[in-house]
């Protein structure tokens, strides 16, 4: 049972109570995200954190109690249903997001919701149409725009400092997924995930390429594979990618554990993108090399506080080494020591994210650097690198300008 919100000030038409759904470890970083930055935004909002939700209640208990959100409840209809909550963040597995996506606008909340947005892109353009009709504020996760080393790579490619983009290389690589004894999980299954590691990880890298270098116009030739084809179901409930003893029950794995594809875009680059959960060693990683006709720049997770860019007939050759700054995308603005060379890892670029969708609520604007079209367009470069895997043919999005 839920303790009791005693603050007599809820019931003031300007408070924001603000509830995590899904208590999981991806859960947490959102209710880090809200706790670091909620005092930026307190005066305009009057926000608190309000509610964390999740079925499994001690798990509902133990995330409030860690970063003081008020109450815990194990039924995401009773944060709809609450007039107190106004802005929900959704961090449930993917074949959850639809509706709970749906029901919180419908309830008139401002949204987050996890990536992907939607295991269809019909059915993201489906959430994107609906929250254009109701009007609140609502965006995808799409954080890792948010690392300053890849959020100053997108400002020098607009800006063209290394001329018109010719070729990117996006990797997410993760190895999760490399431990056969890993139970199996709603990962493994295609009707509840949409896909694997597309889905879980490369759905970062498809956004990572959009905010780069602008739409996809074609996914030229695509390849998955499943490298682990089954495993054992878990003897109790797990939570991410957790491990867990194991029963004596197999089940199939018909989600891929590496995809690969040539991606075209609108401007003429081309693209290579890949994603895999079984990369021994690779952690968590997103890498990036792009080249364009005046310079190259590059960048890995791995190494988060630098990127390195090479110019055209450059002084001395090669790559000069950025480090992170106080000059540097969100350094100055949301790090308690904006200083050089400053760390910034996962969980502060997940903060600068909370804080933008913050920032918008508290201005009344809509949500862009991350938007449900954002999300929608993700969802149909992944629709589209599936359909090639699967037919061995070139799927077509929009038009092209290679070749010009």
Same mark, same amino acid.
């Given at each position: 049972? =839920? ?13 924001h ?10 859960? @947490? ?7 670091a ?5 307190? /005066? ?19 995330? =409030? ?7 815990w409840v ?8 609450d007039? #107190? ?8 597995p993917?074949?959850?997001?639809v ?15 996890? /990536?992907?947005?939607a ?11 609906a ?5 609140v ?8 725009r948010?690392?300053?080393a ?5 400002k ?13 290389l996006?990797?997410y690589?993760?190895?999760y ?9 709603? +990962? ?36 998955? %594979?499943?490298v682990?084809?089954? #495993? ?9 990618h957790?491990?867990a ?5 197999r ?21 290579l993108?890949s994603?895999? #959960? ?8 997103l $890498? ?7 310079g190259?720049v590059r960048?890995?997770? %791995?190494?988060a506080g ?9 002084a001395?050759?090669g ?5 992170? +700054?106080? @000059? ?7 790090l308690?020591?904006?200083?050089d060379?400053v760390?910034?890892g996962?969980?502060?670029a997940?903060?600068?994210?909370i ?6 609520? @508290? ?15 993700a969802?149909?470069v ?10 061995h ?6 038009? $092209?300008g290679?070749g010009?």
């Amino acid at each position: 049972m =839920a303790e009791p919100d005693l603050d007599p000030e809820t019931s003031s038409t300007k408070r924001h109570g603000i509830a995590v759904i899904g208590a999981g470890m991806i859960g @947490a970083a959102h209710a880090s995200g809200y706790r670091a930055h909620i005092g930026r935004f307190g /005066k305009e909002l009057e926000l608190h954190l309000a509610t964390v939700c999740d079925t499994r209640e001690e798990a509902a208990k133990s995330l =409030a109690s860690t970063y003081g959100f008020r109450n815990w409840v194990t039924d995401w209809r009773t944060v709809m249903a609450d007039e #107190r909550v106004r802005i929900v963040s959704i961090a449930l597995p993917n074949a959850a997001h639809v509706e709970v996506a749906s029901a919180a606008i419908e309830a008139g909340k401002h949204m987050l919701c996890e /990536k992907p947005l939607a295991l269809s892109a019909a059915a993201a353009r489906g959430l994107l149409d609906a929250a254009k009709r109701s009007g609140v504020i609502a965006g995808t996760v799409f954080n890792y725009r948010r690392f300053p080393a890849i959020a100053e790579i997108g400002k020098l490619v607009r800006a063209g400092e290394i001329g018109d983009p010719v070729h990117l290389l996006v990797q997410y690589q993760s190895e999760y997924g490399a431990d056969p004894n890993l139970p199996h999980s709603w +990962r493994d299954v295609r009707a509840l995930a949409g896909g694997g590691a597309l889905t879980d990880l490369g759905t970062h890298a498809i956004d990572i390429a959009r905010f780069l270098c602008g739409e996809v116009a074609e996914v030229r030739g695509a390849a998955e %594979a499943i490298v682990i084809k089954s #495993r054992f179901c878990p003897a109790a409930a797990t939570s991410g990618h957790d491990h867990a003893t194991l029963s004596n029950e197999r089940r199939p794995v018909d989600t891929d554990d590496v995809t690969s594809a040539i991606l075209l875009f609108e401007n003429g680059c081309q693209g290579l993108l890949s994603a895999s #959960r079984v990369a021994v060693g690779m952690g968590n990683t997103l $890498s990036l090399v792009l080249c364009g006709t005046r310079g190259t720049v590059r960048h890995t997770t %791995a190494v988060a506080g630098e990127y390195q860019i090479a110019r055209l007939g450059g002084a001395g050759g090669g790559f000069s080494i950025v480090p992170n +700054r106080p @000059a540097s995308p969100f350094v100055r603005d949301y790090l308690p020591v904006p200083h050089d060379g400053v760390a910034v890892g996962y969980a502060e670029a997940f903060g600068f994210m909370i804080a933008e969708f913050l920032a918008a609520i @508290a201005a009344g604007v809509p949500f862009t650097n991350g938007s449900l079209t954002d999300g929608m367009k993700a969802a149909e470069v992944l629709e589209a690198i599936q359909r090639s895997a699967a037919s061995h043919r070139p799927v077509v999005l929009r038009e $092209s300008g290679a070749g010009r």
